[in-house]
C-alpha cells in the first residue's frame, strides 16, 4: 500500500519530441505528488508538484496530469531537449509525513 | 544560501567495519532525512529528525541509525557493515514538519563502497 509504481524503467525520445512517464499509487491517504529529476552525481531536486485537487498542473515544457480515481498520475515533458536527459522520479507523500515514498525512477535519453 | 551539505562525497570501507555519514541541512530547515539510493531497489527512506528527535523510521535494520544535533546537523551511523550496503546515502532537509509537504532539498550524496 505504501509503493508508488513507475514506468517505464528507460526511456528514448527524439529531440523536440514528448516524454511521457507514468505512475500509479495505492494509498489513497498520500495528498502530495511530487517529480524529482536528478542528473549523474547529483541529489534529486524538486522538478513539479501536485495535490490531488488539481487535475493538471503545468510549468513550462513539464506537466503533470492526475487522475484521482485511477490512482495515476504522469509526467509529460513537451518539446523534449537533451538537457533533460535524467533520471526522474515520481514520489509521494501524505499529510504532515515528511517521509517520501519514491518510484524506482526512470532513465530518460533523448536523442540529439 | 549554502545547499544541503554532506560529507564525505565517497567512502570505501571493510565489511563487519562501521560508518559515519554526516549531513549540514540549508540554515533554517529543521527536518532532515536520510534515504539510501540503489541501482535495484531506487531511493528508499531510511528515517526522518525533527528537533533533535526521530519522527519517522523506514524499514531497515537496527545496523543503521541516526542522530541529529542542536543546530540541526544530522549523523547517520551503519555497523557491522555488510556488502549490500553499498549504496548512494541521501541527505534532505525541508523547513519544518509539521506543515503539509514542504519541499524537500537534497545533498549530492555519500557514496559508500563496501568491500
Known amino acids: 500500500q505504501q509503493q508508488v509504481k513507475q514506468s517505464p524503467q528507460s526511456l528514448i525520445v527524439q529531440k523536440g519530441g514528448i516524454s511521457i512517464i507514468n505512475c500509479a499509487y495505492e494509498?489513497?491517504?498520500?495528498?502530495?505528488f511530487p517529480w524529482y529529476q536528478q542528473f549523474p552525481g547529483k541529489g534529486p531536486a524538486l522538478l513539479i508538484a501536485?495535490?490531488?485537487?488539481?487535475s493538471e498542473k503545468k510549468e513550462g515544457r513539464f506537466t503533470i496530469s492526475f487522475n484521482k480515481s485511477a490512482k495515476q498520475f504522469s509526467l509529460h515533458i513537451m518539446d523534449s531537449q537533451p538537457g533533460d536527459s535524467a533520471t526522474y522520479f515520481c514520489?509521494?507523500?501524505?499529510?504532515?509525513?515528511?517521509?517520501?515514498?519514491f518510484g524506482k525512477g526512470t532513465r530518460l535519453h533523448i536523442l540529439p | 544560501k549554502a545547499g544541503v551539505t554532506q560529507t564525505p562525497r565517497y567512502l570505501i570501507k571493510t565489511r563487519g567495519q562501521q560508518v559515519t555519514l554526516s549531513c549540514s541541512p540549508i540554515?533554517?530547515?529543521?527536518?532532515v532525512s536520510w534515504y539510501q539510493q540503489t541501482p535495484g531497489q531506487g531511493l528508499q527512506f531510511l528515517f526522518e529528525?525533527?528537533?533533535?528527535?526521530?519522527?519517522n523510521k523506514g524499514n531497515f535494520p537496527g545496523r543503521f541509525s541516526g542522530r541529529q544535533f542542536s543546530n540541526s546537523r544530522s549523523e547517520m551511523n551503519v555497523s557491522t557493515l555488510e556488502l549490500g550496503d553499498s549504496a548512494l546515502y541521501l541527505c534532505?532537509?525541508?523547513?519544518?514538519?509539521?506543515?503539509?509537504?514542504?519541499?524537500?532539498?537534497f545533498g549530492q550524496g555519500t557514496r559508500l563502497t563496501v568491500v
Open positions: 494509498n489513497t491517504a498520500f495528498d502530495y
Open positions: 529528525y525533527f528537533s533533535e528527535t526521530q519522527r
Open positions: 501536485i495535490r490531488p485537487d488539481v
Open positions: 514520489a509521494a507523500s501524505m499529510g504532515r509525513d515528511d517521509k517520501i515514498i
Open positions: 534532505a532537509s525541508s523547513f519544518e514538519t509539521g506543515r503539509a509537504n514542504t519541499e524537500a532539498f
Open positions: 540554515s533554517g530547515h529543521r527536518s
